[in-house]
């Protein structure tokens, strides 16, 4: 699986955008109004026109919860991946009807549910606010920098969507600051699960096989949005195009990579390798195993635990790998050469001065207050919910622009939905996250240290964790609405443990976000605004900012690579399913799989590898030939693609792809589904 | 804890023993024929006598199992660490009679029951056998230069032990193969456990506080030695001084340091850093949350799991620590320092040649081997019993000095000891980690890897470690002991399902062996001799040897540090664990420390720290004064002593001591022992 990207997460890191030194072979995720259509021209023959990008940009969807996808029919059809509805089919899975396990093919429309959480949104209008922004920030620094620019981008925001039930308007800092962009998109709340194959289908090889090549994955899955109880009509839909790929062929794939960090500075690269990566993956992996071992326990505890499992672990593979590349030396020593050519390129210049001893600062300051912004936020979804309501009840009492991010007009309608849902919270593995987390917030703090004695007072981690999701009511959805719908006094008033603990909790966790807001993120803003400038001097303006959550276009071709000496061909078929099989998972088919094995096409191309450049967030984009039509939706990228996040190789990184062709074929003879073929295939079956 | 230090692990790993730039300060693991009187002297204006170090080693006691101890009467008590038999107490263990938790206090020494495995060792004689050693290898290389100078070292221990029940000989080579000595050893292998206090009055503060200062832990046990079934009278015994230690009074560690690093080359850092800690300290992260999720399940399993989880915990700490040292600038800069400045001094000498170019080399074919060499010895003691009997009947039959390492005639005894005591094997526990070895073998090698097919077949890593740890009857000792005298006609007739898994492994092993002498130890020891050379010609031969499991001593003093920027003060009292305990594990109160709250000396001196300079191996040395007297055993570094493999830090490297003022006052207010208290302070109780 492509690692799915988590807005709050993502923002709470923060990352500067920068600008790469020099794109090169199909290296970039560009936005749609900075295609290099010049250069793909010079390498390929051929570009796509701009009917063809607004085409494709208006078929084009972002799923809030982290993922991709496209309109793929005139009812609201939308393709994405299994993993990105896994989620949603644990959510709506009971002991009885383990709709993970079997996939969910409802009969009709009438049948489709509807997902817990999820958004559906397409851009409509990019416009830039740069300037407006600037004129706000004007010569401030540190947190009064953050504040005056998040007020600033909170009343841009609500200006620009009236409308708050169809519309969302965000403000986006791209190239770190050096421009900043308000994206409109028509959302539907509403979005439904229409099909998903098994869960065995998708995850066919599971752990060992993921982020590998070649593959053999039906990571595919369809929603539908709805508005009025009806499906969408959207505006734009992709031609679904079911043939393979082949060899050498331009493909596009258009969707949200969630966030890079290529231009990190030396020291910010360093506090990754040094601090941020091992301590992620030394405590992520204990995790997996608490989790591995209590899935063992019951039957009913391994269907619970298996869609938390899979993320924990696909996180883990692409935490492990960015460590690799960051450890290796030849991929360390290409990331500090574009550093010093940059250096070198800006020497002299008083305008730029020195931003990377700025950055060098503003790292030390984030390191110092790593462990505490990572652990005064214990993993639980009840405490999640807790701290939202407990902050909601207080920001909403003030105006717009003082508000922290997730509490402004504009964003109070998504917070809201997420609070509100009916999310179901499984309260063994929110127990044990939680176990987990404070155990590890006194390992990495320290028993002594003040925010550790906050956390836990004299209670231990394991006595807590019990008693706080034992004793919350937060699980249910009707407790949340009457606490979210009572403000202040429901929060005063309220004597859930869990709301008690954010309530104490809170002070300590403002106070760490104006210290980071002041020693950190303002600094960094700055700095990267600096960097920003010095990149345009150096290289001109014909480069990609970092990926952000919002909608890009890659570029690239159908290519195999060379792995150890040896050609990684491009290409799987569906026959390569029965032939690695073993019978153990998880290399067990999936039982469609096995009981139509005489009926399936075996030649058909079943996952493929493109050289286009994605990352996390970028979970199920179309792929799209020069048709424009969709031949296959990205689900995963190769190995070697874990450095993706500081740097593209171009000669090794690999998206993977299912194809439309293999999906085309299980809906024909693996899991019969003829409406939703015709419906594909544009034959009315209305 | 310290890292107790396991033999077989540190054979593996065949790190080169290298000189040190300069010893500073408190510096250096010395071995006994090289004590630097002189240096002590001018820092101290006191330094021991030759009397003095005679006496002192021949009351030092190594103990198999991975530890250091002294002998402390003349009846063959020995002082060591309760963490370092808490493995016995563990398996000495049942549901009705939980001995770890409870402690041992037997009634009279007639109660006093053996400890599975364990060996206690007094060195004899140590003789120099360098120029035999160096003649068998003469100019050979690679794997024939490891297998000459093994055949070697087993004709000089064979020659050297004649009685093979009541000695023990080994030959070490120290400085990496500068020089080879051979080690004569008093052995006792009938060693029995004579006093431990309860579990939670040593490990209070448990993982939390471990390797951190202030202390409160009762980390000390009595053992006592026997021979036919009678108290040995040793040779030599320290005086038991329960007095606590001065602020600034020299004080010596005496014990047997595993195994240090500190003259690696920066290839073998790199190898380390970015290849070898990381992926340990990975996987066993993992396994940790697996039992301590198992050990949640119940009662049983908790009391079971506990001494696993402590070991599992404590090589963590010490391999996080490692990393964090190797990734912290200044300490990493500080040690590619020291190897500019042995390379600038070396230049131009051609006899000398570039040993760290070969080094490197040794060091990439040695990162191409780690991971099937890592998990084509699955973990498990059932394998490991199965592995060891395989192995054996094949190796007996050979001339002596053909054998592998552990088969050799001097080496069989312990060997055997090991394999046919009877210590039990927890099957939850063996299966567990047998399962986890698997599954990360097939992860870190992948599926398609030839070791991971020989390993798996076509079986998942939880089907197999199912099959062969609910099929193995090796845990039986009687089934040990008819496949050991049987040779290799009980092998091949045994249908065993571990002894079968081991023999499919055993080509594959020994070819790894083969490929690992000669690409890696064989060049590493041939560089390390020139290496060695290097550093005696830069700086003298006042340098002591990289810990290799042999008796050395230390020198320091009780002192305190600053830690960010605050004093640590050197003492704690045994009223301070009143101060700190909470009630909630791991910081409540042993039951006979609180019991006994009233009648406790709360003034007394707990533990301590000093400077002296020590590793995982010495848990369990005793801590004498400079009236030889032993005023405490050591029992842990604090936590910037981690990087202690790699360098020394003299201003904040600590050992911590728990004194013999403490086990003092247990003895005669928290469990009530005239008989012990009569024996240490010299009256007969007889």
């Keep these: 699986m492509i690692q799915r990207h988590h807005l709050l997460a993502a923002a709470m890191i923060a990352a500067p955008a920068l600008f790469p030194v020099a794109a090169h072979a199909e290296e970039g995720m560009w936005t749609f109004d900075g295609f290099p259509a010049a250069q793909m021209r010079a390498q390929y023959g051929w570009a796509p026109d701009q009917p063809w990008l607004d085409r494709t940009r208006a078929a ?9 996808a496209s309109f793929v029919s005139d009812a609201g059809l939308i393709l994405t991946n299994h993993h990105c509805v896994a989620d949603c089919l644990a959510d709506l899975s009971t002991a009885d009807n383990d709709l993970l396990g079997k996939g969910f093919r409802p009969a009709s429309r009438a049948e ?17 606010v740069t300037a407006d922004v600037k004129r706000a920030i004007g010569s401030l620094a540190g947190a009064d920098l953050v504040k005056a620019r998040d007020a600033r981008m909170a009343e841009i925001e609500k200006a620009g969507c009236p409308d708050m039930v169809k519309t969302r308007c965000q403000v986006v800092p791209l190239y770190g600051g050096g421009q900043y962009k308000l994206y409109t998109y028509r959302k539907y709340s509403d979005v439904r699960i229409a099909w998903a194959p098994e869960d065995r289908a998708a995850t066919f090889g599971g752990d060992p096989d993921n982020f590998n090549f070649p593959r053999y994955s039906l990571d595919a899955s369809f929603l539908r949005a709805y508005e009025d109880g009806k499906p969408v009509k959207p505006a734009a839909f992709l031609k679904w195009n079911p043939r393979g790929p082949q060899p050498g062929e331009a493909t596009f794939v258009v969707g949200n990579p969630g966030s890079t960090s290529r231009l990190y500075t030396t020291a910010q690269l360093a506090m990754d390798r040094e601090l941020r990566l091992p301590v992620t993956v030394t405590t992520l992996s204990e995790l997996r195993g608490r989790l591995i ?14 869609e938390e499992l899979n993320g924990i672990e696909n996180s883990l593979k692409v935490y492990i790998g960015r460590m690799k590349a960051l450890n290796d030396p030849a991929f360390a020593a290409r990331l500090a ?24 600062r503003a790292v030390d300051a984030s390191r110092a207050l790593y462990l505490a912004n990572r652990y005064m936020r214990p993993s639980s979804s009840l405490y999640d919910y807790a701290r939202t309501l407990v902050r909601a009840a207080a920001e909403r009492a003030k105006p717009n622009g003082e508000r922290l991010p997730g509490y402004t007009d504009s964003a109070l309608p998504l917070t809201e939905k997420v609070v509100l849902d009916n999310k179901p919270v499984i309260t063994w593995i929110d127990r044990q996250s939680l176990e987990w987390s404070l155990s590890k917030a006194r390992e990495y703090l320290g028993v002594d ?15 807590m964790a019990a008693r706080l999701v034992g004793g919350s009511k937060l699980g249910d959805p009707a407790v949340r609405k009457a606490l979210w719908d009572g403000g202040q006094a429901a929060i005063d008033a309220s004597t859930d443990p869990m709301i008690l603990f954010a309530k104490k909790l809170d002070a300590r966790d403002r106070e760490l976000t104006r210290l980071t807001n002041q020693q950190v993120s303002g600094p960094l803003t700055a700095a990267a605004a600096r960097l920003s400038d010095a990149r345009f001097a150096a290289y001109g303006a014909s480069v990609y900012p970092d990926a952000t959550f919002t909608l890009r276009i890659s570029y690239g071709k159908v290519d195999g690579w060379m792995e150890r000496g040896k050609p990684v061909p491009p290409v799987t078929t569906l026959g390569g399913t029965y032939d690695r099989s073993t019978g153990a998972e998880p290399f067990d088919l999936a039982p469609a799989f096995a009981a139509n094995a005489a009926k399936v096409d075996r030649a058909v191309t079943y996952n493929f590898v493109t050289t286009n450049d994605i990352i996390g967030g970028n979970s199920g984009s179309p792929v799209l030939d020069k048709a424009g039509t969709v031949i296959g939706a990205a689900f995963d990228g190769n190995i070697n693609s874990l450095g993706g996040n500081y740097g593209y190789q171009a000669d090794v990184n690999r998206t993977v792809v299912v194809s439309t062709a293999a999906v085309n074929e299980a809906l024909r003879t693996i899991y019969p589904s003829p409406a939703l073929l015709a419906e594909l295939n544009g034959k009315r079956s209305r």
């Design 293 to 306: 071992r209590s899935m063992e326990e019951s039957p009913e505890k391994y269907r619970e635990g298996q």
């Design 60 to 68: 084009a969807v972002r799923l809030t919860g982290g993922c991709s």
């Design 337 to 360: 050469q574009a550093e010093a050519d940059l250096r070198s390129k800006s020497a002299g210049n008083a305008a730029i001065g020195d931003p990377w001893a700025d950055v060098a």
């Design 449 to 463: 240290d003040p925010d550790s004695k906050l956390l836990l007072g004299s209670e231990s981690p394991e006595a």
């Design 112 to 128: 489709e549910r509807k997902c817990p959480g999820q958004q559906a949104e397409v851009v409509t209008a990019i416009g830039d």
